[in-house]
Every structure is written in C-alpha cells, then in structure tokens.
Nanobody, 122 residues
C-alpha cells in the first residue's frame, strides 16, 4: 500500500492550496479517508475525514468552513482544498485510510501516506 501526498508549498495568509493523495496498490473506496497535520513541536492532529461512500465528511473545529475534503473514486485519489489559510495551518499534512469512529468522528488510520509540507506566512 502506498499513499502519495502532494500539493504542499509556501503561501501567504489568505491564500488557497489543494492537497492530493494518490493511492497505489489499494482500493481507496474500501476505506474511509482523512487528513491529519503536525505543526512544529506539536502532536499530530486530525483535520478532516470522509466516509468511503464519499457522502459524509467531518472536520476539526479549527478548519471547519475553510477546508473541504473530497475524493475521486475513478482516480483513486483524496483531496483537501484549503482556503483562507492562516499561519496556524502551517505543518506537515498526512493523508490516511482507515475507519471513521465516534465520538469525535475522527479517523482511526490503518495506512499512512508520507507528509507534504504546508507553510503559511503572515
């Protein structure tokens, strides 16, 4: 299983970025999927998740209304559209496949991708 994340970069506050996560040797449609991030000196945290059917998504309070998670079943790819970026969104973003679980409707990961660095300057 390989999850290849891309799309990170250096942007200014208020800008947008779209991250992609391409899956290889695994059918992404068999799993719920999500994104996590890790800021310098902090623990990895949940950002967003989407059910395997693609119909329902969940977001952390810090990104709700600004980020949108989506998936393309034909391309076997997961996306994260990030708008109105803030300096506190800076970190390494990781995609993952797994299962969404209560109570916070976060993702319990089975597979991790490598990270892609997002840096937001003020």
């Amino acid at each position: 299983v390989q999850l290849q994340a891309s799309g990170g970069g250096l942007v200014q506050a208020g800008d947008s970025l779209k991250l992609s996560c391409a899956a290889f040797r695994v059918a992404m449609s068999n799993y719920d999927a999500g994104w996590f991030r890790q800021a310098p000196g902090k623990e990895r945290e949940f950002v967003a998740a989407i059910r395997r059917t693609g119909g329902v998504s969940y977001y952390s309070d810090s990104v709700k209304g600004r980020f949108t998670i989506s998936r393309d079943f034909a391309a076997n790819t997961l996306y994260l559209q990030m708008d109105s970026l803030k300096p506190e969104d800076t970190g390494v973003y990781y995609c993952a496949l797994g299962a969404i679980a209560p109570p916070g409707e976060t993702l319990g990961p089975h597979f991790w991708g490598q990270g892609t660095l997002v840096t937001v300057s003020s």
